[in-house]
């Protein structure tokens, strides 16, 4: 019987009670982008929580939700098309931005992103919090233009007249989309506001392809640096994906605006515990 009960105590040794901790979170994590948004604030967490260093948990959280990401621009198809020319300035802004963003991240030593991840966590946080009351007054505006509008056959979005600066400020919201990115999607909902634009369907198109497209360079920045824990990185895409599937059915029979604040707890909660735990 001792050996016996010897083997079994190995065997339980042996066994990464991490990783099920880390599906867990993956999986409410995907759930939460589904319903609300706001999925790295639990899935970046459990990251650290399971021993990454804080760069290699950025990284591979990054990796991990980026396939959920270009599946997204499949649902913006039409919308794409429609600004084929505007889409391929934004994708470059991206690939650029998204860049420039991974190659500092990866430079940046350890203990010095250590101390900079509760204040990143804050500032997702509050844009989170911001984002839901900006998009409500963007929605009333768009709709109040459009009953204004004397040309039926105008486009519900206008033209930029700066196209070079749009790309820039563009490739600015991306640099810290390649560094972190939590809540940097409604950056660029509230630019291209500012830069004209009205229709919120093209709007969240453009921002899903710069957003993609920095995210898709960084992963690949990321993934040949050697960062990535491909190990905990395959468990959280698979489980993201899945909780994101399974939650889309049920997303609008829930109260948004109690999701939507259930994130913004979390996040400043997550941003709390590592200010305590960093600073403390």
Request: net charge positive; charged share 10%; glycine share 8%.
């Amino acid at each position: 019987m001792l050996p016996f009960t010897a083997e079994i105590a190995a065997t339980f040794n042996a066994v990464d009670w991490r990783l099920p901790w880390l599906i867990f979170a993956s999986f409410l994590g995907g759930a939460l982008n589904a319903v609300a948004g706001g999925g790295s604030f639990l899935t970046f967490p459990a990251l650290l929580g399971i021993g990454l260093l804080p760069i290699q948990a950025n990284a591979t959280n990054t990796v991990a939700l980026w396939p959920g990401q270009l599946l997204s621009i499949a649902a913006y198809r039409d919308e794409v098309r429609k600004r084929t020319a505007l889409a391929w300035r934004m994708a470059l802004a991206g690939l650029l931005g998204g860049s420039g963003g991974a190659i500092l991240l990866l430079h940046t030593r350890a203990t010095t992103f250590i101390h900079l991840v509760p204040w990143l966590l804050l500032f997702a946080s509050t844009i989170f919090a911001v984002s839901d009351p900006v998009m409500k007054w963007l929605e009333r505006r768009a709709k109040r233009n459009a009953e204004q509008s004397s040309d039926s056959s105008k486009s519900a979005m206008k033209e930029p007249r700066n196209f070079l600066l749009l790309a820039l400020a563009t490739a600015i919201v991306c640099f810290y989309i390649g560094y972190f990115g939590a809540g940097a999607g409604f950056l660029l909902i509230t630019l291209l506001s500012l830069f004209g634009f009205q229709d919120l369907n093209e709007m969240n198109a453009m921002k899903v392809v710069a957003t993609t497209m920095a995210n898709g360079m960084a992963c690949i920045l990321f993934a040949f640096s050697g960062k990535v824990e491909w190990h905990y990185c395959l468990a959280a895409m698979v489980t993201c994906a899945l909780g994101g599937y399974l939650s889309a059915r049920i997303a609008q029979r829930l109260n948004q605006r109690f999701l939507r604040g259930l994130v913004v707890v979390i996040g400043l909660g997550m941003a709390a515990f590592f200010f305590w735990k960093y600073y403390a």
